[in-house]
Antibody, heavy 120, light 108 residues
Framework: QVQLVQSGAEVKKTGASVKVSCKAS????????IHWVRQAPGQGLEWMGW????????KYAQKFQGRVTLTRDTSIRTAYMELSRLRSDDTALYYC?????????????WGQGTLVTVSS | DTQMTQSPPSLSASVGDRVTITCQAS??????LNWYQQKSGRAPKLLIY???NLEIGVPSRFSGSGSGTDFTFTINSLQPEDFATYYC??????????FGPGTKVDLK
């Protein structure tokens, strides 16, 4: 079955960077875009961007332009989200999600989430 | 960018009730509207895509309708496991993605 397994929780200092991984299994990794979505404590869902695992092409939400970098390693079926210049309001649960494909941008499989805590 | 609003922000309902949530877009988004359920501490779950298509394995008591700027999500005969927060999500041709602010459904 399709699975997305994310790396473990991180605690970072203000100004640092964090890199979260998302390992895919159970489907053709290069055939489906991976998106990243975050959720601050008690808040709603916020889309960050996507990566095309086949080409490496990316699109970032304007809010995160210049601070987020999405990459992938097809040899190990893993996508990465790196967020730099961390602030306290970046404290959130970060999810990777698979786009369902067939021209529909809906997320049919999600990782378990990675909690990133930013403190001074 | 298209803005998404959801109403109500929260509602209280009883088992067996019919629940309706609306999502409004700031401009015409065709049928590019999806709905998710999120339970506390869990990742969101896709329920409906492209306005009215039920995701595989999702019970038929969930349904969606609408077009253009106004969309509706309905739960017919609310079940105990349906108490959760529900989000609409829009996508465009870029594609970029926008989530609605969510509607929390709790027990009356």
């Amino acid at each position: 079955q399709v699975q997305l397994v994310q790396s473990g929780a991180e605690v970072k200092k203000t100004g640092a960077s964090v890199k979260v991984s998302c390992k895919a299994s159970g489907y053709g990794f290069t055939g489906y875009y991976i998106h990243w979505v975050r959720q601050a404590p008690g808040q709603g869902l916020e889309w960050m961007g996507w990566i095309n695992p086949s080409s490496g092409g990316t699109k970032y939400a304007q809010k995160f332009q210049g601070r987020v970098t999405l990459t992938r390693d097809t040899s190990i079926r893993t996508a990465y989200m790196e967020l730099s210049r961390l602030r306290s309001d970046d404290t959130a649960l970060y999810y990777c999600a698979r786009e369902m494909g067939a021209m529909v941008i809906a997320f049919d499989n999600w990782g378990q989430g990675t909690l990133v805590t930013v403190s001074s | 960018d298209t803005q998404m609003t959801q109403s109500p922000p929260s509602l209280s309902a009883s088992v067996g009730d019919r629940v309706t949530i609306t999502c409004q877009a700031s401009q015409d988004i065709s049928n590019h509207l999806n709905w998710y359920q999120q339970k506390s501490g869990r990742a969101p779950k896709l329920l409906i895509y492209d306005t009215s298509n039920l995701e595989i394995g999702v019970p038929s008591r969930f349904s969606g309708s609408g077009s253009g700027t106004d969309f509706t999500f309905t739960i017919n005969s609310l079940q105990p496991e349906d108490f959760a927060t529900y989000y609409c999500q829009h996508y465009d041709d870029v594609p970029s993605v926008t989530f609605g602010p969510g509607t929390k459904v709790d027990l009356k």
